[in-house]
């Protein structure tokens, strides 16, 4: 049992011998806060977040709701998101410039080098010269709307079955977000997989190797990544010019929070394997191909596009998304088969999660 201490006339409970400074300086190296400032009480200290991840003692010795706009940001200490991150993987962090950030400017370089062969090459090697590969496919409003119903009626009962899960568990944000996530994207899957059963779309041309799919994927996410920070930053600045505020997706302000491993690799396998697999087949193999049988193939990559980015509900990263969606239907145009984006789609969001874990905040988040 704790030994009991007379309370002092500041509000914090401590010793009589020991003077105030010493007590600031005892609490902040048992709790890893900085020392609060003089005149605040130690009972406002006292903070419990709903997810779990961080907990910070008060003097009193209890848990309790704190109001965090009454405590200065010197006492708070640094960033929680890269403190979290600092905590999780402290030397993998402190590393991390040592062999991402190289391998970032990698990446960048090698696409501004494959930009220059191409550009420089004869007109035939400019991806949008390309031969098509995937043949038109005849769907009525009749099969787009029962792939939009059943597609709705799983999506639904699968978040809805992630929520209660979640509820009846009393789990945290993060993984009421892990539970309704996978929900979401396994009845987009099981959805498809129904519609697919009822009407067959016709297959590609070329050859559906993993070899040749994840080779192309791999030159086009070279392509892609010196585009899409180029848009990234001019996108950025554009917010800041109208007063919009950048604020990430959810999801990135989550896993910054996060530091347990299980839930992470949670995320990571919703994020880089089931989400990929889950938004090909609705947008590029459902809606793109419906578009593209009533209008052109740039325009149904536009508009099916646009409903990608606009689905993830973020401003900040709008623009790049639109973007990259644009570039997963060129891919699927081009090659004929759909492994090629869901690769593209994979490799995309593990280096955004990859950067974003170990990385600075220059990173746009998964798509």
């Known amino acids: 049992m704790e030994p009991t201490f007379p309370v002092l006339a500041s509000g914090r409970s401590g010793p009589p011998e020991e003077p105030p400074a010493a007590i600031h300086r005892r609490q902040s190296s048992s709790t890893g806060l900085r020392a609060l400032p003089e005149g605040l009480s130690g009972g406002t200290c006292c903070q419990m977040k709903r997810n779990g991840f961080q907990k910070v003692h008060g003097t009193s010795g209890a848990f309790g709701p704190i109001d965090s706009s009454q405590i200065p940001a010197a006492a708070l200490g640094p960033d929680p998101r890269r403190r979290a991150v600092q905590t999780r993987l402290p030397e993998v962090t402190d590393q991390s410039f040592f062999w991402l950030l190289p391998l970032q400017v990698a ?17 035939r090697r400019l991806p949008w010269r390309m031969p098509d590969l ?3 496919w005849p769907c009525s409003l009749y099969d787009l709307a029962v792939l939009v119903f059943v597609s709705a009626v799983f999506i639904l009962s699968f978040a809805q079955a992630g929520h209660w899960l979640a509820d009846y568990l009393d789990a945290d944000e993060a993984v009421e977000a892990l539970f309704v996530g996978s929900g979401f994207h396994l009845g987009a899957l099981c959805g498809w997989l129904s519609f697919r059963t009822l009407r067959q779309p016709p297959r590609g041309a070329a050859p559906t190797g993993v070899g040749p799919s994840l080779t192309a994927a791999a030159a086009a996410f070279l392509l892609i990544l010196p585009l899409l920070g180029f848009v990234g930053l001019l996108w950025q600045w554009l917010l800041r010019l109208t007063g919009r505020p950048l604020v990430p997706q959810a999801l990135v302000q989550m896993l910054g929070e996060i530091d347990r491993p299980e839930i992470l690799l949670g995320l990571g ?23 593209q049988s009533r209008m052109t193939s740039r325009e149904a990559a536009l508009v099916s596009s646009f409903l990608f980015a606009l689905m993830h509900g973020n401003w900040f990263s709008f623009v790049p998304l639109w973007l990259l969606g644009i570039a997963l239907c060129l891919l699927y145009q081009k090659t004929g088969t759909l492994k090629a984006p869901i690769f593209l789609h994979m490799i995309f969001n593990l280096n955004s ?10 990173t746009m988040a998964p798509a």
């Open 353 to 362: 999660l990859v950067f974003l874990l170990f990385g600075p905040d220059l």
């Open 134 to 136: 995937l043949p038109a």
């Open 107 to 123: 990446f960048l370089t090698c696409g501004i080098l494959l930009w220059g062969w191409i550009l420089l090459a004869p007109a």
């Open 269 to 291: 396998v919703l994020a880089v394997i089931l989400a990929p697999i889950a938004e090909e087949l609705i947008f590029r193999a459902g809606l793109y191909r419906f578009l």
